[in-house]
């Protein structure tokens, strides 16, 4: 199984609603990611979990909270959105590389459409 | 400040013909590079990598090409078939990090 899967595939809130996005993996990955992509641009990274702690967080606005329950999920918290936050968030899991002097490639789920109204 | 570039948007080619996407990089720190495809609508797919202590990569009809002095690296893709049609990301990376860096893409078109 080399699927990561994320849900939901859209989701439309509005500013002042709670929501979540989810995202799974089974291929024993220990680190993952989400990254935010608009239209015509490069996915740019959000967080990295590296054995379900938080190792990176790319300044990302604390109205996006990060959470790894297990080594398999992950989840991102919305709150408060913008509109500008409207965007495309790609969740992705690899082999940690984080200490052991190799980058392994990412894989990417299908993403979730989001759109703050 | 892109550390990745891609400065091609877009490019076209004949199926059948070869497909030369480059990359330029500014970071002497990178070690290690990737090249990710994306179609609408979907996340972008691993296609093929290459470490800096080498200079070539293959696989299938895919090969990258690293030139370190240059700081640039190609993906050949030969011969091009309809379903290369996609939008390909050049990624770049420092060994000991998660992190991987992404150029802007560059959006293949293979004409019938």
């Known amino acids: 199984d080399t699927e990561v899967t994320q849900t939901p595939k859209h989701l439309v809130m509005g500013m002042t609603n709670k929501k979540s996005l989810k995202c799974e993996q089974h291929m024993g990955h220990r680190a993952m990611y989400w990254y935010k992509q608009k239209a015509k641009k490069p996915p740019e990274l959000m967080f990295v979990?590296?054995?379900?702690?938080?190792?990176i967080n790319e300044s990302v606005p604390s109205r996006f909270s990060p959470e790894c329950p297990n080594s398999s999920l992950l989840n991102l918290h919305l709150h408060a959105l913008q509109p500008e936050d409207s965007a495309l968030y790609l969740c992705?899991?690899?082999?940690?590389?984080?200490?052991?002097?190799?980058?392994?490639?990412?894989?990417f789920g299908p993403g979730t459409r989001l759109t703050v109204t | 400040d892109q550390q990745v570039k891609q400065n091609s948007p877009s490019l076209s080619v004949q199926e059948g013909r070869i497909s030369i996407l480059n990359c330029d990089y500014t970071n002497s720190m990178f070690d290690y590079f990737l090249w990710y495809k994306k179609y609408p609508a979907e996340g972008p797919t691993f296609l093929i990598s290459?470490?800096?202590?080498?200079d070539k990569n293959e696989d299938g009809r895919f090969t990258v090409f690293l030139n370190k002095s240059a700081k640039h690296l190609s993906l050949h893709i030969v011969p091009s078939q309809p379903g290369d049609s996609a939008v390909y990301f050049c990624?770049?990376?420092?060994?000991?990090?998660?992190?991987?860096?992404f150029g802007k893409g560059t959006r293949l078109h293979i004409l019938p």
């Open positions: 992705a899991s690899s082999q940690a590389g984080t200490g052991a002097y190799i980058t392994y490639e990412q894989y």
């Open positions: 979990y590296s054995y379900e702690k938080l190792s």
């Open positions: 290459i470490s800096s202590i080498k």
């Open positions: 990624a770049a990376s420092v060994n000991r990090d998660d992190k991987i860096i």
